[in-house]
């Protein structure tokens, strides 16, 4: 099966490399297909059964919540066991290693349920840090972002599994461009404050509230993408480990979510 998505292609590229090796994809029902080869002899027998089990949007939603659940463990730990004296310095940290990690993560060849899982370990200890200085701000706040960024995942969700909105190849470079784009402001935005230049996006202003909007826009339709490749994934018969990357894209466009959610309602609170 063709893709114009490069994730999908770079994963169905390591799929064909296994099928070599006696896999197939799944058949008609979703039930585990079998290579065409016979063994020598046999009539009418199919070859022995695939020593690699095809993934199924069962195991990806086992493996999501596997990692929201290590996710939200270790924002936990790090809440209660990280000082308020080293909270900008576990921030920070957990920031930067978990961007090296999910850098590796996505441009990796081969799907790493270790790696993943730490990525999930250390974007807890981020969202934990990031959540109690946002609550310690505006008690309340966090359960409200998190409740917002749940019913977003479930609208996009329902709004995928009715075709209201398309994973269509123009959808694919649009969203590509936008990501690319917030990632790139973001990053020279983040350089400029760190020399003490505000560039307004980010410090409640109009602006700042516009620009989280289109963030959330985007980190909402990107749950479209990661559906369509869980879709197209299945289909295409990849491994069963690769539910992990897929359970990975979708533990990304959550965590970006939620902390825009959270950015934009601490916009809203008023002062006590």
Not at 41 to 47: C, I, M, Q, R, V
Not at 141 to 167: D, E, N, P, T
Not at 238 to 253: E, K
């Amino acid at each position: 099966m063709k893709t114009s998505n490069p994730v999908l292609a770079r994963l169905g590229q390591a799929a064909e490399r296994e099928r070599a090796t006696g896999y197939a994809p799944n058949g008609p029902y979703g039930q585990p297909g079998y290579p065409p080869q016979q063994y020598p002899g046999a009539t009418g027998y199919p070859a022995a059964p695939p020593t690699v089990t095809p993934m199924s949007i069962d195991d990806v939603v086992v493996k999501t919540v596997t990692l929201l659940g290590i996710l939200g463990v270790s924002a936990a730990a790090a809440w209660v066991l990280v000082p308020d004296s080293l909270l900008s310095v576990a921030w920070i940290g957990a920031a930067v290693v978990g961007l090296v990690l999910g850098l590796i993560i996505s441009f990796s060849r081969m799907a790493n349920p270790a790696l993943v899982v730490a990525y999930s370990v250390v974007e807890g200890v981020f969202v934990g840090m990031v959540s109690k200085a946002f609550n310690s701000l505006y008690d309340g706040i966090v359960l409200q972002a998190v409740v917002a960024s749940f019913g977003v995942f479930f609208l996009m969700a329902m709004l995928y599994k009715a075709r209201v909105i398309r994973a269509t190849p123009k959808f694919v470079r649009g969203m590509a461009a936008a990501m690319v784009g917030l990632f790139a402001v973001m990053m020279i935005n983040l350089v400029l404050a760190l020399f003490g230049v505000n560039t307004g996006l980010r410090d409640g202003s109009p602006l700042a509230i516009g620009f989280s909007l289109v963030c959330i826009v985007v980190a909402s339709l990107s749950f479209v993408l990661s559906f369509d490749e869980i879709e197209q994934g299945v289909r295409m018969g990849l491994p069963q480990r690769y539910s992990w990357t897929a359970a990975f894209g979708i533990l990304v466009s959550l965590v970006w979510l939620y902390i825009e959610i959270l950015r934009l309602l601490s916009f809203f609170q008023g002062d006590d």
